[in-house]
């Protein structure tokens, strides 16, 4: 299995990731916990969690960023509508930026990068406009480089995901109906290239079929895909 150098990846469920760094920095990806089907109910966050990412405005990544940002006095980083509807919701600390930009957190320098997705945020007026969706790479200080891909379709410029940042550890959506499927994200695999694959937003509800098997079946084991479940780590 892939050594992530200290750094310990958490998957909980759905897209959500707990990124945790050697030097002690908790980062908490699209919080989706208290109606998660699939978050493990016994496990505990971190006393602390610095940082939330949120990938874009949908309930599924969102719902729980501004309860864990009170809790824990975290900033949430977004791309900068969606930034501000967190502020707007009752986050205090936000940082706002933009694809292609990149903001040090720590010793984690984190870059926006695209996605494929629609974005909006439910708010009490139904959907409202939130930026577009992202994901970001994670430039870990003495670490290894981590890419979440957020919601997403396969897309050719991937490829410069992989030319500009070489991902280590690729978090990719496999389930199908809502983002690519296992072979939609083996050919992601093929442009970015990382070392190991971590499947996410899969089988968190019935349309979400896709399997990590699968995926592993398009590689033709050409990459390592990682199977964790909920609650477990890889370091």
């Given amino acids: ?52 990412l949120l990938t874009h405005g949908h309930g599924d990544h969102i719902s729980d960023a501004v309860p864990v940002a009170k809790k824990h006095k975290s900033n949430v980083a977004a791309i900068y509508e969606l930034a501000a509807y967190i502020a707007s919701q009752g986050a205090d600390k936000i940082t706002g930026f933009n694809i292609g930009g990149t903001v040090q957190l720590d010793d984690v320098a984190v870059t926006m990068v695209e996605a494929k997705h629609s974005a909006g945020a439910e708010g009490k007026n139904g959907a409202q406009y939130a930026g577009v969706a992202t994901g970001f790479v994670l430039t870990i200080a003495n670490g290894p480089v981590l890419y979440h891909a957020g919601d997403t379709t396969v897309f050719t410029d991937m490829k410069l995901i992989k030319e500009l940042y070489h991902p280590e550890l690729a978090m990719l959506p496999i389930g199908g109906f809502y983002t690519m499927g296992p072979r939609e994200a083996a050919l992601a ?18 349309p ?7 995926l592993d079946k398009y590689l033709n084991g050409s990459i390592e895909v990682i199977r964790v479940a909920p609650g477990e780590s890889i370091q």
């Fill in 189 to 206: 695999a093929q442009f970015i290239e990382p070392k190991a694959i971590l499947p996410i937003h899969f089988g968190t509800f019935p």
């Fill in 1 to 52: 299995m892939i050594s992530l150098k200290g750094t310990r990846v958490t998957w909980l469920g759905h897209a959500t990731v707990l990124v945790q760094t050697p030097k002690g920095t908790n980062i908490l990806i699209d919080p989706f916990l208290q109606n998660n089907p699939k978050y493990p109910k016994s496990f505990e966050l971190p006393g602390t969690i610095n940082y939330i």
């Fill in 208 to 214: 979400l079929t896709g399997t990590p098997d699968e």
